[in-house]
């Protein structure tokens, strides 16, 4: 699946800076092409003219593949894609609609679309295009401004607990349901014969800051407050970067690895014995273990352990969007509906993994079928999105290094949460 491996590119590459602030607001456009909601309804006719789509490397190198149908059933429409490395993806769009050269339809992901969210930019979602109440729910509110879509959602991931099941076995013990039984666990774990017993994320980026979010919520949290201010230096979040701290001091984790491109290796290795992390990892470890069925009789998920407030994870994936100067909306759409169809959504799974947005196409057997998908079926039925602010990325990179401050013991908890307020307050929320 490739969400890891946009995780990846962005690492190598030194992407997470591309994913800043993005102040678009009218660049290249004119009022008159600017989308308003509640835009007319979609008709049930075909589709017609030419629809150039925009979409990162991964999900969609199949997708020409999975809408055949619809082309079928729109002769007269001509769908010509532009797949562009992950990592690339977002500068290149962002400078496409800066120049007005953007195409109609756009690929984004809900974790970080917030600087695309404005009507110069993107048109609002058209009434009755698709039911909201069928997607999960944070993958719909992380296009919803202000009361309006913009965009569809296509693909969902979140994280749960990946686990050794043979060695959680031979320990006697269950999946931890509560931040108290996680470190216990892992010690459990190492006792059975693993080294350590998290192998934990240690790129301190954006993605850990990701985790910390994750974290403050189960502890009671937001990151936002009710007016839109940061609201980051709080017992929840001193609680969030502690919980995660834990994990290294207590020696059921190292500051020093795996990195991202070891933390299969050494899962099946028994280097260690779990993984906090999305659902493509099932799909690859068999070929990590270099052996069919080693997944299906060595491994285990379940939903993350409970905060004060509960197992709340976040929600990301694939979304799409038309943009707001496309000269063909009506096909545009039309195509979006379709690729929001459960049954697309089932294709797209069948074709590359990609588990679906809608909830209803979670109940094909293709889907269903995959008892290791469960817990992240769970998860996504209690997930929230990451604020939709555009100076999100920011805070959440930094945050990612505060907390390797306090996991190597360079740094308190308390202090952490005091400059991530800081710097948060510093650059604001990008919607002042």
Request: aromatic content about 10%; glycine content about 10%.
């Amino acid at each position: 699946m490739s969400n890891l491996s946009r995780r990846d590119a962005l690492r190598l590459t030194g992407g997470i800076a591309l994913l800043g602030s993005f102040a678009l607001a009218g660049c290249g456009r004119s009022d008159d092409t600017t989308a308003k909601a509640g835009a007319e309804p979609i008709a049930s006719s075909p589709a017609t003219g030419t629809v150039t789509v925009w979409a990162a490397q991964g999900d969609a190198d199949v997708l020409d593949k999975v809408i055949k149908p619809f082309k079928a059933a729109n002769p007269d429409l001509d769908v010509k894609f532009t797949l562009i490395p992950n990592a690339d993806y977002y500068t290149k769009l962002q400078s496409a609609i800066a120049a007005g050269k953007g195409p109609d339809v756009a690929q984004f992901f809900p974790e970080s679309q917030a600087q695309f969210l404005d009507p110069s930019i993107l048109r609002p979602v058209p009434d009755g295009l698709v039911d909201p109440d069928n997607f999960f729910t944070s993958l719909w509110d992380a296009g919803v401004v202000k009361d309006v879509a913009y965009t569809v959602p296509w693909y969902a991931y979140t994280y749960a607990l990946v686990y050794r099941s043979d060695l959680a076995k031979k320990a006697g013990v269950e999946a931890p349901k509560t931040w108290d039984e996680m470190v216990p666990f892992f010690k459990a774990l190492q006792g059975a014969g693993a080294a350590h017993g998290l192998g934990a994320d240690i790129g301190w980026d954006i993605f850990n800051g990701q985790d910390a979010a994750m974290y403050a919520w189960q502890a009671g949290g937001s990151l936002l407050s009710s007016g839109g201010e940061w609201t980051l230096d709080t017992p929840a979040m001193v609680d969030a970067i502690t919980y995660n701290a834990s994990f290294y001091t207590s020696g059921t984790a190292d500051t020093a690895g795996p990195g991202f491109l070891d933390s299969q290796p050494y899962f099946v290795s028994g280097r260690t014995a779990t993984m906090i992390t999305g659902p493509w990892v099932i799909g690859q470890l068999d070929a990590a273990a270099k052996k069919d069925g080693w997944t299906a009789s060595h491994v285990a998920t379940a939903p993350l352990p409970a905060g004060a407030s509960g197992s709340v994870s976040f929600s990301a994936g694939g979304s799409w969007g038309v943009l707001a100067d496309t000269d063909n909306a009506d096909a545009s759409w039309k195509l979006i509906r379709y690729i929001s169809s459960p049954s697309t959504q089932v294709s797209q799974y069948k074709a590359y993994s990609s588990l679906p947005a809608v909830v209803s196409a979670w109940k094909d057997s293709a889907i269903a079928g995959q008892p290791l998908l469960d817990a992240f079926l769970t998860q996504l039925k209690n997930t929230r999105a990451f604020p939709q602010v555009s100076t999100w990325p920011q805070v959440a990179t930094r945050l990612g290094k505060e907390m390797e401050a306090v996991a190597k013991g360079e740094e308190t908890a308390a202090k952490a949460a005091a400059n991530l307020q800081s710097y948060a307050d510093s650059l604001g929320t990008g919607t002042e």
